[in-house]
């Protein structure tokens, strides 16, 4: 049973409504945020209309401030923002959606302001922001308000979205702008950004400052005439933002290649995808696979299911990709997938990278041949890659002491030999491992005992004192 001096609903009820009073006003003295709270919480027993006067004064008043608001601060802010933000949206606009789409709008218009006076790193003001402008679209559909004046009201802050608080606006007012607002939206924009790229350059010789920032106004307008494009379902009014060598850029030819295929225009989305120059990868390069899965995808929608086979089996061998082998097993004749499963595992175990290698048989659930390949390419193992070979000898441990010490030693050499001894707290403990495995190993065939392991280590790094006082 709870105590009786417990803070809970039932415990406060106790105390009355008059003491109960009498300690919201003492805290609020003490307190503007708690103040604010319960002048909203009397004004919303009166009417929304009482409400929303006292957020218009609540915004009124952060518009005018100027002072610099630090880390410190910034959650309070925060706070103060999202209640208010809160309170258009349960107390007045659910009641009367035409005053609380006003509101929110009014609202919006602090980001830039706030922004501008606040230490925002962590992104707490910015994430208020951007769930009332997500706030707009379903207040809106509410409020019905003429499509052609909501589309005026967006053109306005449209290009004024410094800190991105307007991302989303398009795609979330679309279903209260409908064709028209949406039309006419594109036509202002259009408008614009005709009239920006027959703007002549104040030096044509040199790149300006104004040149960067006109450029850059452009893609901004481009960009949203995208979202306008999506939003309306036209398809080549989105290509029609992209330039031919636009178009050649992977990135972009994913993004108008997934378009034409949910279009049912399969034959000019590979057109599309193959049109784009891949740039060729370094073995150092981290694979992003969106080019190669549009494609396949293209290619199934296509009936062409031997290449986009071939494509997935070219991805899994890339880089080991996981996902790309199950999928290529996955569509492959009953008992045909058990002999390309095996051809694919005997061609990661002769895969350039071995440290790549063991992390796939690892995820893969093949721990006997990650076992043979540690102990078969022990001097191939590159110690450096730490995060992935301590999941490699963490899941080898318990049945294959000997191939987790060989692994561990890796991570152990590596750290000495180029002194980096800021491991050196993590290779010790790699060493005491491979001391209470040892135990556990009945031989250790060609490799090193732990003593003699141990032994070795002692005579070329024994004055690497910060790591044996690690282990010792």
């Known amino acids: 049973m709870a105590s009786k001096k417990t803070l809970n609903a039932k415990n406060l009820q106790a105390l009355g409504p008059r003491r109960l009073a009498e300690l919201l006003i003492e805290i609020g003295e003490g307190d503007p945020a708690v103040k604010r709270r319960l002048r909203l919480e009397l004004a919303g027993r009166e009417s929304p209309v009482a409400v929303a006067r006292e957020i218009r004064k609540r915004l009124a008043s952060l518009a005018r401030a100027r002072s610099f608001v630090d880390w410190r601060k910034i959650r309070s802010l925060a706070d103060d923002l999202q209640m208010h933000r809160q309170a258009i949206v349960d107390k007045v606009a659910k009641q009367d959606p035409s005053e609380g789409l006003d509101l929110m709008w009014h609202f919006m218009e602090l980001a830039n302001p706030t922004f501008e006076r606040c230490d925002d790193s962590n992104g707490v003001v910015s994430s208020v922001f951007h769930q009332a402008a997500g706030d707009l679209g379903p207040i809106a559909e509410a409020a019905s308000p003429n499509p052609q004046m909501l589309a005026g009201q967006a053109f306005d802050v449209l290009l004024d979205n410094g800190y991105g608080q307007y991302d989303s606006l398009i795609p979330t007012l679309a279903p209260s702008l409908g064709q028209e607002g949406l039309g006419h939206l594109k036509q202002s924009l259009t408008a614009l950004l005709n009239s920006t790229v027959t703007e002549p350059a104040e030096e044509e010789d040199s790149v300006t400052v104004a040149g960067v920032a006109q450029q850059a106004r452009i893609r901004t307008i481009r960009h949203l005439l995208t979202q306008i494009a999506d939003a309306q379902g036209d398809v080549d009014a989105f290509i029609a933002q992209y330039d031919e060598d636009m178009r050649k850029v992977p990135g972009f030819a994913v993004e108008i290649a997934r378009r034409l295929l949910a279009a049912d225009r399969a034959e000019e989305a590979l057109q599309a995808i193959d049109a784009a120059s891949r740039r060729r990868r370094s073995p150092w390069d981290w694979h992003d696979f969106v080019w190669e899965d549009a494609r396949v995808d293209v290619l199934d929608a296509l009936g062409r299911s031997a290449e986009a086979q071939a494509d997935r089996r070219s991805c899994f061998e890339q880089a080991l990709s996981i996902p790309h082998l199950r999928a290529y097993l996955k569509r492959l004749p009953d008992f045909d997938d058990i002999e390309a499963e095996e051809r694919a595992l005997d061609y990661v175990e002769s895969y350039t990278d071995p440290v790549a290698a063991l992390s796939f048989l690892v995820s893969w659930s093949d721990i006997d041949r990650a076992s043979a390949l540690a102990l078969r ?96």
């Not at 995060?387 to 000997?402: F, H, I, Q, T």
């Not at 750290?415 to 190993?441: D, G």
């Open 377 to 472: 390419r022990k001097a191939d193992l590159n110690g450096d890659n730490y995060w992935k070979l301590n999941e490699v000898a963490d899941a080898l441990a318990g049945s294959y002491p000997l191939a987790a010490t060989i692994v561990l030693r890796s991570m152990i050499d590596f750290a000495l030999a180029n002194s980096q001894y800021k491991r050196y707290k993590y290779v010790a403990a790699n060493f005491l491992v491979c001391s209470s495995m040892a135990f556990a190993i009945d031989d250790f065939g060609t490799f090193e005992t732990h003593e003699a392991y141990a032994a070795r280590l002692r005579r070329e790094h024994g004055r690497k004192y910060s790591f044996w006082k690690q282990v010792s």
